[in-house]
């Protein structure tokens, strides 16, 4: 046989095996979505035909980036259930809160992504199990009192005033303020504070250190999707060894939490030898000393790593979130200017009754119901989680509205799906509202069913910390500026991956004569 025919054979069969080899791989496919979309408990759940078959359909929202309108639309076409994955469906029922999030069950294995900065950190957020969950969140629960948070008020008050400063340099220079900057340096460094005693300073320096906030942001997009595919993550940016060689992308905020456990750890031991002597002030009592001291009296209960998997945790969960309400706040209220205007009206008699503190106080913050009606209805109407929260169905299986599932499926429930519900907040629920919550009894009905920080076991811990900071600025810079958007007609932007943060709407502030 010449060269050429040899040539030409192999040529012929190489061709002939690709084209047998691809006809396998387009029939598995077929079968394997024909098996997923039919041949399951689910065939009868409505949503997208994408969805059914994959998760690529959760990814494809993700990069679009507005989950959540996208869910509302699907449960106002579709009702109590919608399919969005193979084995997942999204729940918007008025018993599904008590029987998903209320009840002790595992959660969903998405979670698991917020093992920081590696898998070895598993924290109360990425815990799966209900009873290894309930156990960690004992461990930190003193340091998310809300009567240890207060004991902080000096740090954050100080915090609050150079915040100020900052806006007030804005001003001064003619700039116009960008709040998506300035709200999450502050709630970085309010977390570092509380957490650690140790402020990231991006407050004092006015800038985002080591692009650590800029990555962080770009790295939301990643977590969201590769929570759907955990062992990639794990071989990628969740590798241990990048966590050993200070590689990750937010390194700031990771080396500032290794640095203040290593510099407290190191206070602490010294306390023991005889020779050295005691630091000339003891470690503030912060969430991290109540953790230490925690380990220290009951080393059986806690490790090392899940000190500083709950620093991290708190760091990563507690800043996105609060700038995205404290923006929210603003913004809706500088766009329903009667509110807004009420809302001042409020501030100022309290102001001239002498119950406000030059840096408003979370007491007298709490005693202010316009405020808090604000408040609340900012958790309604733009809760910072955007995605679903899922839930595993256990043995024995779930009924909702008649329906049963099976042990083993995925429930979620979106937040912004229960918040934008008619049956729930009323016939308005599209609207910015604050003087539903004004009513009492009416808020008593609605209360169930607001869920920004979720509910039962696996409530956000941090809710007290968000709340304090939140009713504190929300006080203060109402009362102490005039905030007008630079361009009114231009709406804000933002992405839904987990959180939904907002960014792109420059204010013009002036300092207001009541607040200084």
């Known amino acids: 046989m010449q060269l050429s025919d040899l040539l030409t054979w192999f040529h012929a069969n190489l061709l002939a095996s690709f084209s047998t080899l691809a006809s396998i791989v387009l029939a598995s496919f077929v079968l394997v979505a024909v098996k997923r979309r039919y041949f399951t408990s689910l065939r009868d759940i409505p949503g997208p035909w994408l969805a059914s078959v994959s998760s690529l359909w959760q990814v494809y929202q993700l990069i679009k980036g507005h989950t959540e309108q996208e869910m509302i639309r699907l449960h106002r076409k579709h009702g109590h259930f919608v399919r969005i994955s193979?084995?997942?469906?999204?729940?918007?029922?008025?018993?599904?809160?008590?029987?998903?999030?209320?009840?002790?069950?595992?959660?969903?294995?998405w979670y698991?992504?917020?093992?920081?900065?590696?898998?070895?950190?598993?924290?109360?957020?990425?815990?799966?199990n209900p009873q290894r969950h309930i156990h960690k969140s004992r461990n930190i629960a003193a340091?998310?009192?809300?009567?240890?948070?207060?004991?902080?008020?000096?740090?954050?008050?100080?915090?609050?005033?150079?915040?100020?400063?900052q806006l007030d340099r804005s001003i001064a220079s003619g700039q116009p303020v960008e709040f998506d900057r300035w709200f999450n340096y502050f709630a970085f460094d309010v977390v570092g504070e509380v957490t650690f005693s140790s402020p990231f300073d991006f407050l004092a320096t006015g800038t985002d250190i080591r692009h650590a906030i800029a990555n962080s942001r770009a790295l939301a997009l990643y977590i969201a999707i590769m929570g759907h595919y955990v062992w990639l993550h794990n071989l990628t940016l969740g590798n241990p060894l990048l966590s050993h060689l200070g590689l990750q992308p937010t390194s700031h905020i990771f080396d500032t939490c290794l640095a203040a456990i290593?510099?407290?750890?190191?206070?602490?031991?010294?306390?023991?030898?005889?020779?050295?002597?005691?630091p000339a002030a003891p470690p503030r009592l912060d969430m991290m000393e109540r953790w230490l001291t925690t380990r220290q009296q009951h080393p059986e209960r806690m490790a090392e790593s899940e000190i500083m998997g709950a620093c991290v945790a708190n760091?990563?969960?507690?800043?996105?979130?609060?700038s995205a309400t404290l923006q929210a706040f603003v913004y809706h209220l500088i766009r329903h200017p009667q509110y807004l205007a009420r809302l001042r009206q409020e501030l100022d008699e309290a102001q001239a009754r002498g119950e406000l503190s030059p840096i408003v106080?979370?007491?007298?913050?709490?005693?202010?119901?316009?405020?808090?009606?604000?408040?609340?209805?900012?958790?309604?109407?733009h809760p910072a989680t955007g995605t679903g929260l899922p839930r595993v169905v256990p043995a024995g299986g779930i009924t909702i509205a008649d329906r049963h599932f099976s042990e083993g499926t995925l429930l979620s429930i979106n937040p912004w799906v229960y918040h934008r519900n008619a049956k729930f907040f009323g016939p308005d629920c599209d609207e910015f509202n604050p003087e539903r919550w004004l009513d009492v009894d009416r808020a008593k009905q609605m209360d169930p069913f607001l869920i920004h920080w979720s509910a039962g076991y696996n409530q956000c811990p941090g809710r007290n910390l968000a709340h304090f900071e939140i009713s504190k600025v929300a006080a203060c810079l109402v009362r102490d500026y005039e905030i007008a958007q630079v361009d009114s007609d231009a709406p804000w932007r933002f992405e839904t991956h987990f959180t939904a943060v907002p960014y792109g709407w420059p204010c013009w502030l002036r300092r207001r004569a009541v607040g200084k």
């Not at 698991?112 to 799966?128: A, G, R, T, W």
């Not at 340091?143 to 400063?165: H, M, T």
């Open 262 to 278: 290593d510099h407290r750890q190191r206070q602490s031991q010294a306390k023991t030898p005889a020779h050295t002597p005691p």
């Open 315 to 322: 760091v990563g969960a507690g800043a996105d979130t609060t």
């Open 86 to 109: 193979e084995n997942e469906v999204s729940v918007c029922h008025p018993d599904a809160i008590r029987l998903l999030l209320q009840a002790n069950l595992a959660k969903g294995s």
């Open 112 to 128: 698991s992504i917020f093992s920081l900065p590696d898998y070895h950190y598993v924290n109360q957020m990425s815990e799966l």
């Open 361 to 381: 106080s979370y007491a007298e913050a709490t005693k202010l119901p316009y405020l808090q009606a604000c408040i609340r209805e900012t958790y309604r109407y």
């Open 143 to 165: 340091g998310y009192a809300l009567s240890n948070i207060i004991k902080s008020e000096p740090q954050v008050d100080a915090l609050l005033v150079r915040l100020e400063e």
